[in-house]
């Protein structure tokens, strides 16, 4: 049954970092690309509007940068539930 | 040395590339053919899945339809590769540690039901042919755009190609040659996009340079604003979609890339799930150098069209320019008899291509049959932007060569993957589990590859003769996977609960809500002769954004149907529990 526990207490804390980190794809993504942009828009990076910015460029490179920081969190959570594969 | 001897070099060095690695790479079992033999880094799978994903579409059209789109073309940004962040997340090391070859094997063992595996495999087997259709034309167009020689022949040298490396090598030639098409399709992409950005802005990395000012001190994009509003366009980086439908069309893009089998069965050939993980997030990194790259060209190439032909002498229009209106890609119908070029908002022609006579006019302008009755007199295709980027540029000829070296390896790659899926959903799901579950190994390899030769025979086809209707609904087999796939696979690894009644009867609903709504807006061919107009689109989804209208119910009626039946059986819910655990996945497996 102490496995059964392990496994529980891992699938509880994957699933705390997959909320996370799709409530921040989801931000970047519908949020500043899509309903928020008018907003944004008003805000310039350089020579692109803010809101028009995150559509076509910014959002990719979160998108980019969560993946590798999920493997990272996943990859720690292995070793510390003993997961851990060489 | 003349761009066609630089093109019949370049692509017949690419080709040769190819045809060695399929020979080196043969396949000798079934899992060596499904899957690689499981033992893919994850680096060579991240190329892989990159090259497998980003097709003729990507590579060609996309950089133009933003050019023209500005800020609507957003949704294929953001869909095309946000879908990866859920693969990653929510798929990919889930059903690597399942270890089964193919998503149907996944479906059916999950719900513990054939008829739950036979509605995967046509689905599957629906999504992949609306798919692979395209491809093959986009074979052949290039052939035909760069080598002059006619289509038909196009598709069916690109046919003995994929047949060669698919049929001799299977998921194992495909994936190595996949590494090389990814080297060959990124650099012959990058080129010319670093050179225009370098001449336009003196910023070398064109991802800058789209947001730098251009010689004159002021930002492409206001500039491009500007002209867009002098013309009559809507403003480039806004747009004319309304955001309830960019939201959906987004989110089925997404969630469609993330159900698609030829994309999820990549991550099955890496050694583990920590494996599956970071082959995911690095298939994403070289996806993202095209796709970030792409609207730059779009902003480039959109402002150089407007400042080279608007109000501009015909008789003093750039070459390029006469060379691509010999292809067919542009024309120019001088309807206010000023000899200049008028290029504002409105359609140019009647119709969706230009319809050349054999005469020229006063100015040596090809003239057209279909020439509309608005003002704008310039008719530009949207391919042109990535294809006569070079030519506009004043690049050397082997760059232009590069480019449809380029071409053709995006859409060989994805062909090919495509092909296999199709192949393993005949031999191994329908075959193999299903008709005759006792043959051997050696016979099944067997029949993977009679499969996949009748399967290039069928798709080779659908490119000589597209139907009508495939072409209109490439761009959705997108919304048939987030429709039918995703909800039954995220659900079975989410919701323990779940059972088969609630997935098939989610998949059917899915798929045939979606199919109807496709059918009934896009042909006509239910009830209504003509294809619907978008003023009786249901809650104002275009039928691409439809996915995710389809996508919600078939969550919704799965979980109705499955909380009122009754609960799977104990063993499957040591699956899923297993599945959950990513240690000791082993390799992917049959049994």
């Not at chain 2, 980003?54 to 023209?68: E, K, L, R």
């Not at chain 2, 590494?179 to 670093?194: G, H």
């Not at chain 2, 009830?527 to 995710?548: D, I, N, Q, R």
């Amino acid at each position: 049954m102490i496995n059964k526990n392990n496994a529980k207490k891992y699938w509880k804390e994957n699933i705390r970092y997959l909320i996370i980190l799709l409530s921040i794809w989801f931000i970047v993504s519908y949020g500043c690309g899509i309903l928020f942009r008018e907003t944004l828009n008003q805000f310039k990076l350089g020579g692109f509007k803010l809101g028009f910015w995150f559509a076509q460029q910014g959002s990719i490179y979160v998108f980019v940068v969560l993946i590798f920081v999920y493997v990272r969190l996943m990859n720690k959570l292995d070793k510390k539930y003993g997961y851990n594969e060489k | 040395m003349g761009v066609q001897t630089w093109t019949w070099i370049i692509v017949g060095i690419t080709f040769a590339i190819y045809f060695g690695i399929a020979i080196w790479a043969r396949a000798g079992s079934t899992k060596e053919f499904y899957v690689a033999g499981g033992g893919v880094s994850p680096l060579a799978n991240g190329m892989a899945t990159a090259a497998d994903w980003m097709s003729a579409a990507s590579f060609i059209s996309m950089a133009g339809i933003i050019s023209f789109a500005g800020y609507d073309g957003s949704v294929y940004l953001m869909g095309w590769t946000g879908g990866y962040v859920l693969l990653a997340l929510l798929l990919a090391p889930y059903l690597r540690k399942f270890g089964k070859f193919t998503v149907p094997d996944f479906i059916g063992d999950r719900y513990y039901s054939n008829s739950a595996r036979t509605v995967a495999v046509i689905c599957a087997l629906i999504v992949s042919f609306t798919y692979v259709a395209g491809q093959m034309r986009g074979v052949g167009i290039v052939f035909s755009q760069f080598l002059q020689i006619d289509i038909v022949y196009g598709v069916i040298i690109g046919m003995i190609i994929v047949l060669v490396f698919a049929f001799l090598g299977g998921m194992k030639g495909i994936t190595y040659t996949q590494v090389a098409q990814y080297c060959v399709l990124i650099f012959a992409f990058m080129v010319p996009a670093i050179f225009i950005s370098f001449q336009m802005t003196g910023n070398l990395i064109p991802q800058i340079g789209m947001g730098s000012a251009g010689q004159d001190g002021v930002y492409l994009l206001d500039k491009l604003d500007r002209l867009h509003t002098e013309l009559g366009f809507k403003e480039y980086t806004s747009g004319t979609k309304s955001t309830w439908d960019v939201f959906a069309i987004t989110l089925a893009l997404m969630v469609g890339t993330a159900g698609l089998p030829h994309v999820i069965v990549r991550f099955f050939t890496v050694p583990n799930v920590k494996d599956a993980r970071k082959s995911a997030g690095l298939a994403l990194l070289f996806i993202a150098i095209l796709y970030t790259t792409a609207p730059a060209i779009s902003v480039f190439s959109r402002t150089n069209l407007i400042e080279t032909v608007s109000n501009t002498n015909y008789s003093e229009i750039p070459e390029w320019f006469k060379n691509w209106e010999n292809t067919g890609l542009i024309s120019w119908t001088d309807k206010n008899n000023d000899g200049k070029i008028q290029y504002v908002s409105g359609n140019a022609i009647d119709g969706k291509k230009p319809i050349y006579t054999e005469k020229r006019g006063a100015h040596g302008e090809r003239l057209i049959t279909n020439s509309s009755t608005q003002i704008n007199e310039l008719y530009v295709d949207n391919d042109i932007m990535v294809l006569a980027n070079p030519e506009i540029a004043g690049l050397p000829n082997w760059v232009i060569a590069l480019v449809a070296a380029g071409g053709l390896a995006a859409a060989l790659s994805t062909a090919a993957g495509l092909l296999l899926v199709i192949s393993t959903s005949i031999s191994h799901d329908l075959i193999k589990k299903q008709l005759k579950p006792d043959i051997s190994d050696k016979a099944e390899l067997m029949w993977a590859r009679v499969s996949i030769f009748v399967a290039i025979v069928i798709a080779g086809l659908f490119g000589i003769y597209p139907p009508g209707f495939v072409a209109a609904v490439v761009a959705l087999a997108f919304g048939l996977a987030a429709a039918s796939f995703f909800p039954a696979i995220i659900l079975g690894i989410f919701d323990t609960r779940m059972n088969k009644e609630g997935a098939i009867a989610g998949m059917i609903v899915g798929i045939t809500l979606m199919l109807f709504y496709m059918i009934r807006f896009k042909t006509g061919l239910i009830g209504v002769m003509e294809p619907l107009p978008a003023s009786e689109w249901w809650f104002g989804t275009s039928p691409e954004g439809f996915g995710t209208v389809a996508m919600i119910l078939n969550v919704l009626v799965s979980f109705v149907v499955s909380r009122f039946t009754k609960a799977p059986p104990k063993n499957v819910v040591e699956i899923v529990e297993n599945i959950r655990i990513p240690s000791g996945a082993g390799e992917a497996s049959s049994h």
